[in-house]
């Protein structure tokens, strides 16, 4: 097929060549037409007979023969068609079957600008060789005949904003199969059960291209039947795994009836999950909804003229909450960031989907003992213990684990000694129980099937779990050659295919994942271990510690934007109105699929000073104290638990700074042993507090130098909170020192999303634009995970020691605070200025003060700066926020000497959404079965019209020259009560639309800060009802 363009209106077009219509493809065109009055992240596309398009406007977008497309993307608004313009052909699976089970191997990827002309001489550049279809110019006078569009000379001065996209697409580890009628992504004994084209059997797990490809799956699906069988057969839509396909041809002795040998079909399918996608040291473990990282499914298939063989195994990150933060070398720190209790769903989750999916699961972990990779053994057998031990669990007796030391049993044994691991206990019953499946080729009829999987993993998932992978693929293979074909078994082109085919699928996977080839594949191949061989593999360590430290990030960005992870992302979607109407209709009946839930959140902040805490208790009270210097102790209670006969807080959320001292080498190293100690202070208080109410886990905390944030949630919300993560950020120094800065932690409760922060700006009384300075970076880089920003939440909290001073001489600061003159002194504070004149903390409110400034103490006492500095006191320990379901309930400080600063805390109540997704599922049915039905009264307009209208209240009559509509009796003056529930929905996690601040909001802060007064505006009139899709299209 081609790749054509209209250039006015503009407008794509994909369109069968003459030589796919010789091959039996129907003369088709897909099309696809920006919509330039909609929304930029809308098109229009189009499948009509060749017959019924002008080729005569058309000119070819590219010289290369397109293989098909991808799907559409958006990037700044710019939408992308996606489009495969060369492959390689792998060979066929399975030969002896009457669907050709053919694969291909993207090798280009090239992306055209649906909306905009600017990029058409970029994509140019990359036609460097024509494709071996160039010359075919289809039917004399036709569009093909027409000039390509020339590429400008020279080198460009930009690059196409798609360009890191066509690195990833274009490694060489994405396959298609090469026709429709078959499955790629789906294990053999699966695909032989379903019917249907492979179009309508895909295992969603493995294609990665789902995201940019479900615009295009959304229209066909909306096609008639005969339509879709047609779009089909052009292969316009291109659905792609990422992982390795190798086929080798394998001759083999034949019986003696028979003179020539035997030629069987030895291949091995590896699919890479991309639901936790990620590099090495950027995605870790498993998320909240049971997907982990590095997460393949290898399947071994074996065919011949009579059956073929199919064996399947999977390996994953271990599926827990852990993490490798900084720098990494070739000594590896792990990081487990959650415990037990918080990380034991997730886990669950995890392996109940395999279960489902493979019936039982045998997990083999290849860690070995020393102090990191112990510690996560330690932690991954315990999670088994407690998800075999559950009542509940939906997986009893269907999961068992085996630990083997790779490491300990090479430096032994050799790696030959490996091989003993399927001799083991658990393994060898595992290999004898599952099996493997058996396809008569004959019957067309799966005749065995796999009863479960092994589940292989080491650290990284890649060389040690490759190597035992290949060792359990040979052993269940010479079972089945036994029992079917014994006189097989001893063929040495057989097995050296096979170690051929494991190398390299090591070396594939590898690369994905880490940047290199994969390490002990000289031994996979050859079975021996030579001095070539071991100083490849310092080599590759060496490159992956550069690519994994100082590349990865570029590349994680890339592949979060081809899944549509980034939070500001736009998905692209076909027009259509129908739908578009339903989404409105549902959004303003958010009330009736979803409720509400009161939760309260505890903040505190806190600057340390370097103060190390301890643990002192009496035997009658709780005495959870921080020891002074030489001045006795003091209780945190008065901080976390600051009013009387009030409930127990749902979360704990706390900030610390100069958590450590900020020396050069705390800087240049952090101590993470001040955060354990900290965290083992805050537990024993809430431990033995008197009339304890609840009992809570640390869920998360992180560090960078000496500031930490500690998030601690009631136990029984364990499984309502989701999607945690968290994120850190340097100022010192320019951003190269670690301080000053910020760490932040982003979570999930129920249906809304809260971002904490808590952060230790630049000091000094006269730094105040370095401390602005500092606020945005923090607010514009801090970015967590799957390109989360701090602006993708619905409610965020600044807990921190902002730094910011009082603009007023020492002695005049001090008088006005011994006469409780506040808000005199607050009129000066930089905090408060800078927020007025929005160059810092834009959007943020805060808490009226009604407390004295928490700096700078003399340490144990109640004193402000009496030494030689004599520094003037100042609000420099804030709590600022912003979310419309924020109500803060009390905001001050609590009386604790044992610092330099006192400890701030603000109370909020929050209102959390809870999202019914069945009952939301079932409005939005029923919303378009009304919109579709038709009468002789009711046409689709007026349909259209009153599912817009239909859930809103009723409407005022219209103005006129005497009465404006918001003016009446029951309003004088157009002032109107709205007592609605008042609840702003979840926003789209892909919209970059900050939250607004209304005049009252304004009002308000201003009436705190006393700077300047604001007469009274009318309140905005009632929100109009939603227009529909038709009149907004009109």
């Not at 002008?54 to 799907?71: I, P, W, Y």
């Not at 903040?603 to 104290?625: A, D, E, I």
């Not at 602006?791 to 603009?807: F, G, K, P």
Request: charged share 20%; net charge negative.
């Amino acid at each position: 097929m081609h790749l054509l363009l209209q250039e006015e209106p503009r407008a794509l077009y994909l369109v069968t060549s003459s030589e796919d219509e010789r091959l039996g493809l129907p003369p088709r065109a897909l099309i696809f037409k920006p919509i330039s009055n909609r929304t930029s992240s809308q098109i229009i596309v189009e499948f009509l007979p060749k017959c019924e398009v002008d080729l005569g406007n058309l000119v070819r977008l590219t010289n290369r023969s397109v293989q098909g497309c991808l799907g559409v993307l958006n990037i700044a608004n710019d939408i992308f068609i996606a489009v495969v313009t060369s492959v390689n052909f792998i060979g066929n699976l399975r030969p002896g079957t009457e669907i050709t089970e053919n694969v291909s191997r993207v090798q280009d990827v090239q992306f055209f600008c649906i909306n905009s002309s600017a990029y058409d001489d970029l994509s140019q550049i990359s036609d460097v060789l024509a494709s071996p279809t160039f010359t075919d110019f289809g039917d004399s006078g036709s569009a093909y005949s027409q000039p390509s569009i020339q590429a400008p000379s020279g080198i460009p001065i930009y690059e196409h904003p798609c360009a890191p996209l066509v690195k990833i697409l274009s490694t060489g580890t994405f396959y298609f199969a090469a026709r429709p009628q078959w499955d790629i992504s789906t294990r053999l004994g699966v695909r032989c059960s379903l019917d249907g084209n492979g179009m309508d059997r895909q295992d969603g797990r493995f294609i990665w291209n789902e995201y940019i490809a479900q615009p295009l799956l959304d229209f066909r699906e909306r096609l008639d039947h005969s339509e879709q069988s047609e779009l089909d057969a052009c292969q316009f839509i291109l659905l792609v795994i990422q992982g390795f396909v190798g086929v080798f041809d394998v001759p083999l002795p034949a019986p003696p009836s028979h003179g020539a040998p035997v030629i069987g079909t030895i291949a091995l399918v590896s699919r890479l999950g991309w639901k936790r996608a990620g590099t090495r040291f950027n995605t870790r473990g498993v998320d909240d909804d049971g997907n982990c990282a590095n997460f393949v499914e290898t399947e071994t298939i074996f065919s011949t003229s009579d059956h073929s063989f199919s064996y399947v195994q999977v390996r994953g990150s271990i599926p827990l909450f852990w993490e490798q933060q900084g720098f990494q070398t070739f000594g590896q720190k792990i990081q487990i960031t959650k415990p037990q209790i918080a990380s034991q769903p997730a886990f669950d989750r995890h392996f109940m989907q395999l279960a489902e999916e493979y019936s039982a699961v045998h997990a083999i972990n290849l860690l070995g003992t020393k102090e990191n990779e112990a510690i996560l053994s330690e932690a991954y057998a315990a999670h088994i213990q407690a998800a075999a031990r559950a009542p509940e669990s939906a997986t009893p007796g269907k999961i068992g684990i085996t630990h083997f030391d790779f490491h300990q049993s090479v430096r032994i044994g050799g790696h030959d000694s490996v091989r003993e691991i399927r001799r083991l206990p658990g393994v060898k019953d595992g290999i004898e129980d599952y099996g493997y499946t058996v396809v008569d080729l004959a019957l067309n009829e799966v005749i065995l099937r796999q009863k479960g999987v092994f589940r292989t993993n080491c650290l990284d998932c890649l060389d040690r779990t490759n190597f035992v992978e290949d060792i359990l693929s040979r052993s269940v293979l010479e079972n089945y050659l036994f029992n079917f074909r014994s006189d097989w078994v001893a063929s040495n082109s057989l097995w050296s295919n096979h170690r051929e085919l494991w190398a390299e699928n090591g070396d594939a996977l590898s690369r994905i994942y880490a940047g290199t080839g994969a390490l002990n594949t000289s031994f996979t191949r050859s079975g021996k271990r030579t001095l070539a061989g071991v100083l490849a593999d310092a080599s590759k360590s060496v490159s992956r510690a550069y690519i994994n430290n100082f590349q990865d990030k570029a590349k994680q960005t890339a592949i979060d934007t081809f899944l549509g992870n980034l939070p500001h992302q736009k998905q692209v979607t076909a027009f259509d109105p129908i739908h578009d109407t339903v989404q409105a209709a549902l959004l303003a009946r958010v009330f009736e699929y979803s409720s509400t839930k009161l939760t309260t959140i505890f903040t505190g902040t806190w600057n340390l000073n370097g103060r190390v805490g301890t643990r002192s208790y009496t035997p009658r009270t709780v005495t959870n104290f921080i020891p002074l210097d030489k001045t006795g102790s003091e209780s945190l209670l008065r901080w976390l638990f600051p009013l009387p006969n009030t409930p127990d807080p749902d979360l704990f959320v706390i900030g610390f700074q100069e958590i450590v001292p900020l020396t050069a080498q705390q800087i240049l190293q952090t101590d993470p042993e001040k955060l354990k100690r900290w965290e083992a202070i805050l537990m024993e208080t809430l431990i033995r507090r008197p009339d304890k109410k609840s009992d809570y886990f640390i869920l998360r905390s992180a560090q960078l130098v000496g500031t930490a944030l500690i998030i601690l949630v009631r136990s029984d919300l364990t499984g309502v909170i989701r999607n945690v993560d968290a994120a850190t950020r340097k100022t010192g120094l320019r951003g190269m020192s670690g301080n000053k800065g910020a760490v932040a932690i982003r979570l999930q409760f129920h249906d809304t999303s809260f971002c904490f922060i808590t952060a230790h700006l630049a000091a000094g009384q006269a730094n105040y634009e370095e401390r602005n300075s500092d606020y945005r970076t923090i607010a514009h880089s801090l970015h967590f995970q799957r390109g989360r920003t701090i602006e993708s939440h619905d409610n965020v909290i600044w807990l921190a020691d902002t730094n910011y001073r009082i603009d007023l001489d020492n002695e005049t600061v001090r008088a006005l605070v011994a006469a409780g003159d506040l808000q005199t002194l607050l009129l000066s504070d930089q905090l408060k200025q800078a927020m007025a004149s929005r160059a810092a903390f834009t959007e943020y409110e805060e808490g009226p003060i009604l407390f004295e400034p928490t700096y700078r103490y003399n340490v144990g006492t109640d004193l402000y700066d009496t030494s030689e500095k004599m520094r003037i006191p100042a609000w420099t320990d804030r709590i600022l926020y912003q979310g419309t379901s924020l109500d803060l309930s009390a905001y001050s400080k609590a009386d604790i000497r044992s610092s330099d600063h006192r400890p701030v805390f603000a109370l909020f109540r929050a209102e959390v959404r809870i999202v019914d997704t069945a009952k939301k599922m079932g409005i939005s049915q029923q919303l378009l079965a009304d919109l579709l039905s038709k009468n002789d009264i009711q046409t689709l307009e007026s349909n259209f019209t009153r599912i817009s209208v239909g859930s809103t209240h009723s409407l005022p009559p219209p103005s006129s020259d005497v009465a404006a509509w918001w003016e009446d009796e029951d309003h004088p003056n157009g002032v109107y009560v709205d007592t609605r529930q008042n609840f702003q929905s979840t926003s789209n996690p892909f919209d970059s639309s900050s939250n607004s601040n209304s005049s009252d909001d304004e009002l308000y802060k201003d009436a705190q800060t006393e700077t300047f007064t604001q007469p009274r505006k009318k309140p905005p009139p009632p929100p109009r009802p939603a227009r529909s899709a038709i009149d907004s299209a009109q």
